[in-house]
């Protein structure tokens, strides 16, 4: 398998030599169709191929890989009037090393990722309508969200009804993750959703924004629950944002649970701060942040589940660049720092610590699943951190990149799964359409 770690090089290498040329063929084309259509039609691609590996995981499924994924896309848009969008894209997204049973989080050949809908999506304010299957964002994609990195990308069949004004944005929906079917088409599948509404009120004060949210998650054994009865919960959430002077801006976001997860009656919660500073030392751009959140887990002898329910989050880059941990029963301080060494290459180092929040409820995943529990609490609290560094250099339509990140175990890692100590090194070339 390390044959493919030259290939990777390979295809970033040619990436890099093609980036310089003077006119990019599939841009230029795409401003073309543009501007011979009156702007009613355009096309989308994007290629990207990592080659990642992946050491010292043990945790249930999770094992020790090196892979080479590619994932391809290309989308057609058709704008016929101001009040109707129309869009559609395809994506094969491949593991060709990995083998006959690679995990639909790597492996989607030929599906349909995009295809919808909207009805006066770009008049300012008014009604507005979207329905179909989209890769859908929400505030800073903690409840609902796309996360990017992952091979296939998760998408959500989905219906939008909105009300916009000059001053706020009002939402109706009601979203499903789409579940992939491996060799076959991802047909719609409502066993799982997220509905409720979803608002914007945005620089309502001195630049500060406020999102405010109510949304149902709903489901059952044929959208993944495996317990005994469904899932059903309901999240009252809300975020405050904006800038400070001196370069500063800040992110508060609290959420609050009532309903069902089994048979338990829920009362759980999840919250949220950052603190970020932009600001140059010399001519060299400085970014600083810090963040601390948290989301709650079940004690011990509780009648009740105080186990957060995380929706459908995008969390890579939140609890660390492998992907270990998702957000249930978990207290995590992170920071992320960037350097602009230049106007196009940016250097990061990132630094998450993991503590959970009940000793005696489980870790839980990036998709929420169970990794490790001490049921008696007497494992301790301390997950343990990670420290990631990576470098992305942008030119034209080509990013090029490569990342390490090693996880040093806490107490409870070293008790309850004592042979885990996973590290992540990777390298990718992406070239999208601008």
């Known amino acids: 398998?390390?044959?493919?770690?030259?290939?990777?090089?390979?295809?970033?290498?040619?990436?890099?030599?093609?980036?310089y040329g003077q006119e990019d063929p599939l841009q230029e084309a795409n401003?073309?169709?543009?501007?011979?259509?009156?702007?009613?039609?355009?096309?989308?691609?994007?290629?990207?191929?990592?080659?990642?590996?992946?050491?010292?995981?043990?945790?249930?499924?999770?094992?020790?890989?090196?892979?080479?994924?590619?994932r391809l896309r290309i989308g057609f848009g058709y704008n016929p009037t101001e009040w109707l969008s129309l869009y559609a894209m395809g994506q094969d997204a491949?593991?060709?090393?990995?083998?006959?049973?690679?995990?639909?989080?790597?492996?989607?050949?030929?599906?349909?990722?995009?295809?919808?809908?909207?009805?006066?999506?770009?008049?300012?304010?008014?009604?507005?309508?979207?329905?179909?299957?989209?890769?859908?964002?929400?505030?800073?994609?903690?409840v609902i969200g796309t996360p990017q990195w992952t091979n296939t990308a998760r998408t959500y069949d989905h219906t939008r009804l909105y009300y916009r004004t000059a001053k706020a944005r009002y939402e109706i929906l009601m979203v499903s993750p789409v579940k992939i079917l491996e060799n076959s088409f991802n047909v719609p599948d409502l066993g799982e959703r997220i509905w409720g509404t979803y608002e914007i009120v945005p620089k309502l004060w001195h630049g500060a924004s406020i999102d405010a949210y109510a949304l149902r998650h709903s489901q059952n054994r044929i959208g993944g629950f495996t317990g005994a009865g469904t899932l059903g919960t309901d999240s009252f959430g809300g975020r405050f944002y904006g800038p400070l002077p001196a370069g500063l801006d800040y992110s508060l976001e609290g959420i609050g649970q009532t309903g069902h997860i089994g048979y338990a009656t829920e009362?759980?919660?999840?919250?949220?701060?950052?603190?970020?500073?932009?600001?140059?030392?010399?001519?060299?751009?400085?970014?600083?942040?810090?963040?601390?959140?948290?989301?709650?887990?079940?004690?011990?002898?509780?009648?009740?589940?105080?186990?957060?329910?995380?929706?459908?989050?995008?969390?890579?880059?939140?609890?660390?660049?492998?992907?270990?941990?998702?957000?249930?029963?978990l207290k995590t301080v992170k920071s992320l720092d960037t350097i602009g060494i230049r106007k196009a290459l940016a250097l990061n180092f990132m630094y998450t610590d993991e503590w959970l929040y009940s000793a005696s409820d489980a870790l839980y995943n990036?998709?929420?699943?169970?990794?490790?529990?001490?049921?008696?609490?007497?494992?301790?609290?301390?997950?343990?951190?990670?420290?990631?560094?990576?470098?992305?250099?942008?030119?034209?339509?080509?990013?090029?990149?490569?990342?390490?990140?090693?996880?040093?175990?806490g107490e409870f890692i070293d008790i309850t799964?004592?042979?885990?100590?996973?590290?992540?090194?990777?390298?990718?070339?992406q070239y999208s359409l601008r």
């Not at 295809?115 to 994609?141: H, I, N, Q, T």
């Not at 989301?295 to 002898?301: E, F």
Request: contains cysteine; positive net charge; aromatic residues 14%.
């Open 1 to 19: 398998m390390r044959r493919t770690l030259p290939l990777a090089i390979l295809l970033a290498s040619l990436a890099c030599s093609t980036s």
């Open 94 to 142: 491949r593991a060709p090393f990995y083998g006959a049973n690679a995990p639909t989080t790597l492996r989607d050949p030929m599906a349909l990722q995009e295809a919808w809908v909207k009805l006066f999506d770009r008049r300012e304010a008014g009604f507005g309508a979207s329905l179909g299957r989209e890769m859908l964002d929400y505030g800073e994609s903690r």
């Open 366 to 409: 990036s998709s929420g699943s169970s990794i490790a529990v001490s049921k008696t609490g007497t494992a301790g609290t301390h997950v343990g951190q990670e420290f990631d560094s990576f470098l992305t250099w942008k030119h034209k339509g080509h990013t090029l990149g490569a990342g390490f990140g090693h996880f040093f175990k």
């Open 31 to 70: 401003r073309l169709l543009k501007k011979s259509s009156g702007d009613k039609l355009y096309f989308t691609f994007e290629e990207r191929t990592r080659w990642e590996e992946k050491d010292g995981v043990s945790f249930g499924k999770a094992v020790d890989q090196q892979d080479m994924l590619s």
């Open 417 to 429: 799964t004592p042979h885990v100590n996973p590290r992540y090194f990777y390298v990718f070339q």
């Open 267 to 329: 009362r759980a919660y999840a919250w949220y701060s950052r603190l970020a500073e932009q600001f140059h030392a010399g001519a060299v751009p400085v970014r600083l942040s810090i963040e601390y959140k948290g989301a709650s887990g079940t004690r011990a002898g509780s009648e009740t589940s105080g186990t957060y329910d995380q929706l459908s989050p995008a969390n890579h880059d939140n609890f660390g660049h492998e992907d270990l941990f998702g957000w249930r029963n």
